[in-house]
């Protein structure tokens, strides 16, 4: 009986998006191995981790519990990536290691040249269709932000009154020695000190990080 590993994988958006749980990715793993005489060895899974991240630990502890002759079974592509870089990075992997590789919701495998071609070209649909999602989404904070309105999460620099920004004078110029020392070259981490050197507190009175800074001046240049 040939063997297979499955591996499962939810972001917190990404289970509203798709409705798609972990235990339904399961089940039809589950389903598909039975019907197709394999033996499921594992079921490994990232729970609330985006599919944009390469250190996941579901993944990795799958991956290496595969060997020759073996088939990784997922739900879907997405579940894997939604880079195509990384996707086609995987492919390989699983090629030089004689692994196949078997998505339910695409209806592919990696056995056949056929299979193998629509692998690649799904992955790259994958990722146009995230890029796409993410000129809309950016697209639709460039408009909130022109009109004066609110755009979820309240961005730092600004209070709420009746769906509208309204400008907090404190922190917008926080906001602009934040741009300040970005500008002269400053690294994310030393701002970030700097902050809380300050006791300067974050929106809901945290502390600040690189990526709370990366966040904020992405969210100014919107």
């Known amino acids: 009986m040939q063997k297979a590993i499955g591996y499962t994988r939810v972001s917190t958006q990404g289970q509203v998006d798709d409705g798609v749980s972990l235990a339904s990715q399961r089940t039809k793993i589950e389903a598909w191995c039975l019907a197709n005489d394999y033996e499921l060895m594992a079921i490994q899974e990232d729970a609330g981790i985006s599919g944009t991240r390469a250190d996941r630990d579901g993944l990795q502890d799958a991956l290496a519990g595969l060997s020759k002759g073996m088939a990784l079974v997922v739900y879907s592509l997405s579940r894997l990536t939604r880079s195509t870089k990384a996707m086609l990075a995987l492919s390989e992997q699983l090629d030089k290691k ?3 590789l078997v998505s339910l919701t695409e209806k592919i495998d990696t056995t056949s040249a056929s299979g193998k071609m629509v692998f ?9 269709e995230r890029d796409q999602i993410s000129e809309r989404t950016k697209a639709a904070l460039s408009y909130k932000k022109a009109m004066g309105e609110k755009y979820s999460p309240l961005p730092y620099g600004y209070s709420e009154l009746e769906g509208r920004l309204i400008a907090v004078e404190a922190e917008a110029k926080v906001v602009a020695q934040i741009l300040m020392m970005r500008e002269e070259g400053r690294t994310l981490a030393f701002i970030a000190d700097h902050l809380n050197q300050q006791g300067i507190a974050g929106k809901r009175g945290g ?3 690189p990526s709370t800074v990366t966040y904020l001046i992405q969210r100014q240049a919107a």
């Open 207 to 209: 502390k600040w990080y």
């Open 98 to 100: 004689g692994v196949d």
């Open 120 to 128: 690649r070209l799904l992955a790259v649909l994958n990722e146009f």
